[in-house]
């Protein structure tokens, strides 16, 4: 383990880039790896997640290679032609790395492994494993429909019209990739929409997918087997996650002036900004601009005080994985914050409503957990107590880590983390940029 204590250490500054946006990270690997010819990535996230899915592409036939410049080249083998892995594919603490990469592998006619970290052992693959049960592959799973598992491939698969029993934008990703090497049409119906990441990808790359709007917001999307796709020349986006982080800590930091470069802002990704926003946030938006379909601005954020609110339950699937960090800017703000609607967060690499609640109130904070959110109580600006010396236990979370890790930050004593290492699946650079921040703000 490696355990590290965040104190307060003055006013953000400076200029930010975070690392790639992870969610286009992993399809834009996987979507080059069925592409026949070379493609180019760059502003890839590096970080353990990703790196797990170029392994299993890898593993399955394509190459995927870092140059020396940064840049990843891949040469990918076709839709249809992945090759049976020799070994089970590990991927580590990565959700998204398995169920997307068991929908690919579904319509193929190949055998899979899917191996992980003890957290992702515990994460049930049930949602993933219905539909593409009904496309015909087989799934063997752990008690619970859980990890290890073996995942045997239909060919030919069977399309199916599907309609999404809660929001997930990996379930629908899942069946969409299925659908790839599927003859006909295989549809997703999504009553709630989710990131929409794979749909813009995938028509990028020349699927043949049409997305229907429903009088009631119901999306209907159908993508056509049997695909063929283009290699392409790809600028991943930084990650609107990993800037949460940062936005929310010059938030509350006294005296912070922070630009973050580069960060995608895709309607179905960006609620969080809104959000705090609404919470009187001054989060600006400069030079927007759009990279490769995808909607991209630099953010400068300045210390604001904040207000409670209640959380619009509807804005849920927009930001699922920044509801630990809006936690920590509302134990900071003035007056109530509720949330509702949350129930994802329980299945997720962690329980995050439990451990948040526990993080936060073993830090000071007043937090009440409901089944489904949590209702904070915040401080009006006045700094959190801090976390004495008990460590914070993060269960491998990496977003738990580093939400905890920015409370640290507005703490009087400081809060210690108990193992700092999962930071790395999705961030790596994390703890080096936010000491840079700080370091900045002190020498200016």
Known sequence: MRPRRFLPNGPLRGRVRVPGDKSISHRAIMLTSLAVGESRISGLLEGEDVLATAAAMRAMGAQVERTGSGEWLVHGVGVGALLQPGQALDMGNSGTSTRLLMGLIASHPIQATFVGDGSLSRRPMGRVIEPLSLMGADVTATVGGRLPLILRGASPAVPIRY??????????????????????????????????????????????????????????????????LR????????????????????????????????????????????????????????????????????????????????????V??????????????????????????????????????????????????RVEEREDGLVID?????????????????????????????????????????????????????????DGAAAEGTSA
């Open 163 to 228: 309609r999404l029993p809660v929001a997930s934008a990996q379930v629908k990703s899942a069946v969409l990739l299925a659908g790839l090497n599927t003859p006909g049409e295989t549809t997703v119906v999504e009553p709630v929409p989710t990131r929409d990441h794979s749909e813009r990808m995938l028509r990028g790359f020349g699927a043949e997918l049409n997305v229907e709007l429903e009088p009631d917001g119901t999306r209907v999307i159908t993508v056509r087997g049997e695909a063929e």
């Open 231 to 314: 290699p392409q020349v790809i600028e991943v986006p930084g990650d609107p996650s990993s800037a949460a982080f940062f936005v929310v800590a010059a938030l509350l930091v006294e005296g912070s002036d922070l630009t973050i470069e580069n960060v995608g802002l895709n309607p179905t990704r960006a609620a969080l900004f809104d959000v705090l926003r609404q919470m009187g946030g001054s989060i600006e938006e400069v030079a927007r601009r759009d990279v490769g379909g995808e909607p991209v601005a630099d953010l400068r954020v300045r210390h604001s005080p904040l207000r409670g609110i209640e959380v619009d339950p509807g």
């Open 316 to 365: 849920a699937p927009s930001m699922i994985d920044e509801f630990p960090i809006l936690f920590v800017a509302a134990a900071m703000a003035e007056g109530r914050t509720t949330t509702s609607g949350l129930d994802e967060l329980r299945v997720k690499e962690s329980d995050r409503l439990a451990v948040m609640a526990t993080a936060l109130a073993a830090s000071g904070a």
């Open 378 to 434: 915040g401080t009006g600006g006045e700094r959190l107590r801090g976390g004495a010396n008990h460590p914070i236990t993060t269960h491998l979370d990496h977003r738990i880590a580093m939400s905890m890790a920015v409370a640290g930050l507005v703490s009087r004593s400081g809060i210690e983390i108990d193992d700092t290492r999962p930071i790395a699946t999705s961030f790596p650079t994390f703890e080096a940029l936010l």
